[in-house]
C-alpha cells in the first residue's frame, strides 16, 4: 500500500491547500441537508401519538447529541496520534475539535432540558445519561482550558491529548447508561444491530439532519483546523504570501 | 410516500398544542450555536491575516530603516 498520503498529511501547507476545494462543497450540501432535514422535521413529520408536537426537538437534539461524541472520538484519536507520531496537523486536529464539541455538548444538554419539561416535567434530573453528557461538557472544557495553560504549545498540545485520553472512559459509559440505569431518558432510538423504534416517516428527517449535522461538522472542523494552520505557520512565507493575497 | 404539512394553519404551527415555545425555543438556539461555530472560525481568520499583514508592513519598514542607518554611517 502507498503511505504517501499519511506523510503529506504531517505538512499543514499541504493539507490546507488540498481542503481548499472541498469547503464550499461542504458548505452547500450541510446548508441544504439542514434545511430541509428541518423543514421536514418540524411541519410535515407526523406528530408522536405520546409525546404530540414536543418530539420534534429530536432532530435537533440526537443529531447533536451524535456530534458531540464522534467529535469526541475525533478529538482523543488525534490527540493520540499528536502523542505517537508527533504529527502536527493531529495537534492541531485535536484543539479545533475542542470547541466545536463543546458547543455541540452544550446543545444537546439545553435542547434536552427543554424536552425534558414537557415530557417528565422537569428541566433536569441527576440521570445517568444526563450526568455522563455533563462529564463529556466539561471534559471538552478542559481540553480548551489546557490549551490555554501553557506558554509551550508542545506541553499544551500533550496535557489536552492526555486528558482527551483519560475521558474517553466516559464514552461507553454515555452509551449503556440508558441501558445500565434504566431511569428516565429513554433508551436510543436509532440502533446499528436490531430495527430502530421510529417510524420511517419519522426517522427520514432526523437521518437528514444526522447526515447534515456530520458534513456541517466536518465543515467547521475544516475550517478552524485551516484558520490555526495559519496561525502556527504565520512566519513561513507562504501563509505571508496568502495574507498578501488576501489583503490586496 | 407523501407529506403532509402537520398543522391546520401558521399560527397552530406557532403554538404547537401548546408546545410550541419549547420547540421553537430549541431551534433558535440550535441556529445561533451552528451559526456561530460557522462564523468563529471565518472571523478568527479575519483578524489573524490582519495581524500578519501588520506585522509584515513593520517587519519592511524595520528593515528600510537599518539600510538607511548603514547607508548613513558609511
Given at each position: 500500500?502507498?503511505?504517501?498520503?499519511?506523510?503529506?498529511?504531517?505538512?499543514?501547507?499541504?493539507?490546507?491547500?488540498?481542503?481548499?476545494?472541498?469547503?464550499?462543497?461542504?458548505?452547500?450540501?450541510?446548508?441544504?441537508?439542514?434545511?430541509?432535514?428541518?423543514?421536514?422535521?418540524?411541519?410535515?413529520?407526523?406528530?408522536?401519538?405520546?409525546?404530540?408536537?414536543?418530539?420534534?426537538?429530536?432532530?435537533?437534539?440526537?443529531?447533536?447529541?451524535?456530534?458531540?461524541?464522534?467529535?469526541?472520538?475525533?478529538?482523543?484519536?488525534?490527540?493520540?496520534?499528536?502523542?505517537?507520531?508527533?504529527?502536527?496537523?493531529?495537534?492541531?486536529?485535536?484543539?479545533?475539535?475542542?470547541?466545536?464539541?463543546?458547543?455541540?455538548?452544550?446543545?444537546?444538554?439545553?435542547?434536552?432540558?427543554?424536552?425534558?419539561?414537557?415530557?417528565?416535567?422537569?428541566?433536569?434530573?441527576?440521570?445517568?445519561?444526563?450526568?455522563?453528557?455533563?462529564?463529556?461538557?466539561?471534559?471538552?472544557?478542559?481540553?480548551?482550558?489546557?490549551?490555554?495553560?501553557?506558554?509551550?504549545?508542545?506541553?499544551?498540545?500533550?496535557?489536552?491529548?492526555?486528558?482527551?485520553?483519560?475521558?474517553?472512559?466516559?464514552?461507553?459509559?454515555?452509551?449503556?447508561?440508558?441501558?445500565?440505569?434504566?431511569?428516565?431518558?429513554?433508551?436510543?432510538?436509532?440502533?446499528?444491530?436490531?430495527?430502530?423504534?421510529?417510524?420511517?416517516?419519522?426517522l427520514y428527517p432526523l437521518l437528514i439532519m444526522i447526515a447534515?449535522?456530520?458534513?456541517?461538522?466536518?465543515?467547521?472542523?475544516?475550517?478552524?483546523?485551516?484558520?490555526?494552520?495559519?496561525?502556527?505557520?504565520?512566519?513561513?512565507?507562504?501563509?505571508?504570501?496568502?495574507?498578501?493575497?488576501?489583503?490586496? | 410516500?407523501?407529506?403532509?404539512?402537520?398543522?391546520?394553519?401558521?399560527?397552530?404551527?406557532?403554538?404547537?398544542?401548546?408546545?410550541?415555545?419549547?420547540?421553537?425555543?430549541?431551534?433558535?438556539?440550535?441556529?445561533?450555536?451552528?451559526?456561530?461555530?460557522?462564523?468563529?472560525?471565518?472571523?478568527?481568520?479575519?483578524?489573524?491575516?490582519?495581524?500578519?499583514?501588520?506585522?509584515?508592513?513593520?517587519?519592511?519598514?524595520?528593515?528600510?530603516?537599518?539600510?538607511?542607518?548603514?547607508?548613513?554611517?558609511?
Open positions: 500500500m502507498d503511505w504517501t498520503w499519511f506523510h503529506r498529511l504531517g505538512s499543514p501547507k499541504w493539507f490546507y491547500e488540498k481542503t481548499n476545494a472541498w469547503i464550499p462543497w461542504l458548505a452547500v450540501i450541510s446548508i441544504s441537508l439542514l434545511l430541509i432535514g428541518t423543514v421536514w422535521g418540524l411541519a410535515f413529520a407526523p406528530a408522536d401519538f405520546k409525546q404530540g408536537n414536543s418530539y420534534r426537538i429530536i432532530y435537533l437534539h440526537v443529531p447533536a447529541s451524535f456530534l458531540a461524541l464522534a467529535g469526541y472520538y475525533i478529538m482523543a484519536i488525534s490527540g493520540a496520534i499528536g502523542l505517537i507520531w508527533k504529527m502536527k496537523l493531529a495537534d492541531m486536529v485535536m484543539k479545533s475539535a475542542a470547541p466545536i464539541g463543546s458547543v455541540l455538548t452544550f446543545l444537546a444538554l439545553v435542547t434536552g432540558a427543554i424536552w425534558g419539561k414537557p415530557t417528565w416535567g422537569t428541566w433536569w434530573v441527576w440521570d445517568a445519561r444526563i450526568t455522563s453528557m455533563l462529564v463529556l461538557f466539561f471534559l471538552y472544557l478542559g481540553v480548551i482550558a489546557l490549551q490555554e495553560a501553557y506558554q509551550h504549545q508542545d506541553t499544551a498540545n500533550k496535557a489536552s491529548a492526555v486528558l482527551s485520553l483519560v475521558g474517553t472512559v466516559n464514552i461507553p459509559i454515555i452509551y449503556k447508561s440508558v441501558d445500565w440505569w434504566y431511569t428516565l431518558h429513554q433508551p436510543a432510538t436509532l440502533k446499528l444491530t436490531s430495527e430502530s423504534t421510529i417510524h420511517w416517516s419519522m447534515g449535522f456530520y458534513c456541517f461538522y466536518a465543515l467547521v472542523l475544516l475550517q478552524r483546523t485551516r484558520t490555526e494552520i495559519l496561525s502556527r505557520e504565520k512566519k513561513t512565507k507562504w501563509v505571508k504570501a496568502l495574507a498578501e493575497e488576501k489583503g490586496s | 410516500m407523501e407529506l403532509v404539512f402537520q398543522f391546520e394553519n401558521l399560527s397552530d404551527f406557532l403554538t404547537m398544542s401548546g408546545h410550541g415555545p419549547y420547540v421553537w425555543a430549541c431551534y433558535i438556539i440550535g441556529a445561533l450555536c451552528l451559526i456561530y461555530l460557522a462564523v468563529s472560525p471565518l472571523r478568527s481568520r479575519k483578524v489573524l491575516l490582519r495581524e500578519i499583514r501588520r506585522l509584515q508592513r513593520i517587519e519592511a519598514h524595520e528593515k528600510k530603516q537599518r539600510e538607511q542607518m548603514a547607508a548613513s554611517t558609511n
